[in-house]
Each structure stands twice: as C-alpha cells, then as structure tokens.
C-alpha cells in the first residue's frame, strides 16, 4: 500500500467537500490534510480544519478574514481570506487536491493546483467547460493527473482501463432524464419552478436540479467529457436510464462494452480518486441488483430537450462556444427560477446568446483562466440583454 496521502479540499464545506471529509475521516492514519478552502461558512471551514489538524484554511469572501482568524486563535493553523488565499490553499504542498469549489470562483485555485504536478481530483465543471483546452493543456505541461469526480466521468475514466486508447470507438454517458422524462412538449414548455424542482433520484442543488430538468447538465457533461478524453463530439453518446446505477459505458473496437455501475452516492467516486492508483473501502451502499430487478434504457430526444442539440452545435463550432453555452444557461436558470421566463425558454435564450456571439466563428477558445471569465462576463451581459425579448416571446 502506498504511503499517506496528503490532502487539500477545495470547498470543503459543499456537498462533495463533505462527502471527501466523510472518507478522510474514516482512516485519519492514511491522510493528512495541508489545507481547507470554503465560500463564506466560517465556523464550518474553523471546525473542520481543528478536526482535521489542516495547516492553513481559506475563506473567498474576504470581509470574513478577521472572524475565521477568530475562530482559529490559538491552534497554529494558518488562516487567509480573498481569491489570493483560495489560489495559496491550491498552491500548498499537497500530492491530492479535491478542486470542488463550484462556479467560475474554482477556476483560478483549480488551473493552479493543475500547475503544480501532483493528482488533481476534478469536481468543478467550469474548469472543463468555461476553459477545457486551457486547463488540460496546463494539466498536460506540469504533468498532472486529473482524475475525474463526476459520477459519469469517473464511470468513463474506470471503463477505459478495460482496453487500449486506439481500440476506443465511443463513450456512453447515462442520464436520469429528470422529472419531465415522460412530459409532453407542452408540459415542458409550461412547467413550474416547483416541479422542475423535484428530481427522482438525487438530492442536489437548486442550479443542478434545473440542469438536470433541462438536461444541460448532460451538455456540461459532454463538454467536460470532449476534453477529459480527447474525443471527437461524434464519439460521445447519451443514453437515458432512469435508475442512475450504470454510470456510463466505454465501447470498445471488438464490440465489447464495459460499464460502471454502482448505488447513486457521491462517495463511490470520490473513494476512487482518494484511492487512485489503488482502492479503498467505500461507505456507500452495495449494489443488489436481484433486489432492483431490472434496469431500463431509452433514447434521449432531442426535440423535447434541445440542450442535447446545442452542446452538438457548441461543439461543432468549437472556440468559445462552449464557453458562452455555460454562461447563457446560468442566466437563464437564474431567470426561470426568477419566474422572468418560462421553463422552456431556458434554452432559447441559450440558443439566441449562441447565435449573437459566435454564429460568426470569431470568437477564439479561451487561452488561460482570465481568458475564459472574459468570455463568461461577455456572455452574461449578452444573454441578460436578450432576456426581455425571450420573456416577451412567452407572454
């Protein structure tokens, strides 16, 4: 067994960040934990890094620095506050870093702790979608490992080890299909912000949950998975299974297909990271399939979820789309959860931001972190000046 691992969680106090901390704390002997990282929870972020004897903890907002300093008095662990702090935490002498900080807030301490060589536990969407050929080039140049945390991901990442890279024909990431699995087009078009909401399977955020009402969280995840991997957007299939225990599925040039498969606890993936290159024990419930019975399949449409059809056309057009497309659909998620558009003018108005910003093709791939919030903020702006129009479009 390899020697102890030491650890850094960015966003310790989020879903992921607590989910790591559950399995650090199980063999506290295996890990030491160099530094913890949170949003604006304070009395969390001091209570975890006392329990888990961090060095340094970091708090983003910066107004907050004297109280975590407070908090801290008296235990020898560093305390920091601000986006300098968040990028020291990455930069701190860890040999596994949880990136789990969410938003385009984690791009910067995430892009750092790529730099730095060592594994990169990657559950931050933005650093693949805002600037995926950034950040896996950045990955590529220190010689990181970037192990992926998203369930589907991870599913990939572990059935690519069943056979060679050159025998690859394509990948089958698997979706939920959400609570409007079975809803009519016009039932979509007109859903309610407590229905989008309710989610059958997994209990998440309010963001995520809409995503996956919508199914561009399967559009982020093809992004993610377009760069992750180094494939061709031909080479990337959704499949829509309701139960959410195949993760996903590698297809190989013989015909044979490998799948992940487990309970739906964030946990299992995460074990594997923290384990990697070796496995650990898992805290999640073991998977009996006699007990399931059956598991079922269906084809994603993308008629009633034109997310699908969009992340093909982002693809297609390459540069910043992907770029704008993350963007957009943040604003738009914002206003429907605002009740300023309807359900289905979440992806108009992704569509319509597209159209006005790279139609052209002139808009280049981000470059650097920077580069990629440049783009964020101009597709916000974009997508905000078009809302009136979308919302007018629905009345």
């Not at 002997?29 to 890094?49: G, I």
């Not at 920091?80 to 984690?106: H, K, Q």
């Not at 536990?121 to 992926?148: D, I, Q, R, W, Y």
């Not at 087009?185 to 997994?202: C, D, F, G, S, Y």
Request: proline residues 5%; hydrophobic residues 50%.
């Amino acid at each position: 067994m390899h020697a102890d691992r030491v650890v850094t969680i960015l966003g310790a106090t989020g879903s992921i960040g607590q989910s790591t901390v559950d399995l650090v704390r199980r063999v506290p002997d295996r890990y030491r934990v160099e530094a913890l990282t949170a949003h604006s929870n304070v009395a969390e972020l001091a209570k975890l890094a006392r329990e888990l004897d961090a060095r340094f903890a970091a708090i983003a907002d910066e107004a907050k620095y004297a109280e975590l300093k407070d908090a801290l008095a008296g235990s020898g662990i560093e305390a920091g506050a601000g986006e300098g702090a968040l990028v020291e935490a990455a930069l701190r002498p860890a040999n596994w870093v949880m990136a789990a900080m969410s938003g385009a807030a984690g791009l910067k301490p995430a892009m750092a702790a790529a730099g730095r060589g060592e594994i990169v536990a990657l559950a931050n969407k933005e650093c693949l979608v805002c600037a995926g050929e950034a950040f896996m080039k950045h990955a590529a140049a220190s010689k990181a490992t970037v192990l992926p945390v998203d369930s589907e991901h991870n599913a990939i990442f572990q059935a690519l080890g069943a056979g060679r890279r050159e025998d690859l024909v394509r990948i089958i990431l698997t979706a939920s299909g959400g609570p409007f699995r079975t809803a009519t087009r016009e039932q979509i078009e007109n859903a309610t912000v407590e229905q989008a909401l309710k989610h059958p399977n997994w209990s998440m955020g309010r963001k995520i949950t809409i995503d996956s009402a919508t199914m561009f969280n399967k559009a982020l995840e093809i992004i993610e998975a377009f760069h992750l991997f180094e494939l061709e957007a031909g080479q990337i299939d959704v499949l829509v299974h309701p139960q959410s225990i195949i993760h996903g599925l590698v297809e190989f040039s013989d015909r044979s297909v490998v799948a992940q498969m487990g309970a739906p606890d964030m946990r299992t993936p995460i074990a594997h990271c923290l384990g990697w290159p070796h496995r650990i024990d898992g805290p999640a419930q073991r998977l009996d399939l006699a007990a399931l019975g059956q598991l079922t399949f269906e084809a994603p449409d993308p008629v009633r979820f034109p997310a699908l059809r969009l992340v093909q056309e982002a693809l297609r057009t390459g540069g910043a789309a992907p770029t704008v497309l993350n963007a957009a659909n943040e604003v738009a998620v914002a206003s429907f959860l605002d009740r300023k558009i309807p359900f289905g003018g979440i992806a108009r108005l992704v569509e319509a931001t597209l159209e006005a910003l790279v139609a052209k093709g002139t808009a280049k791939a981000p470059q650097s972190a920077d580069e990629a919030l440049a783009v964020d903020h101009t597709a916000r702006k974009t997508a905000a000046g078009l809302l009136p129009q979308i919302a007018l479009k629905a009345s």
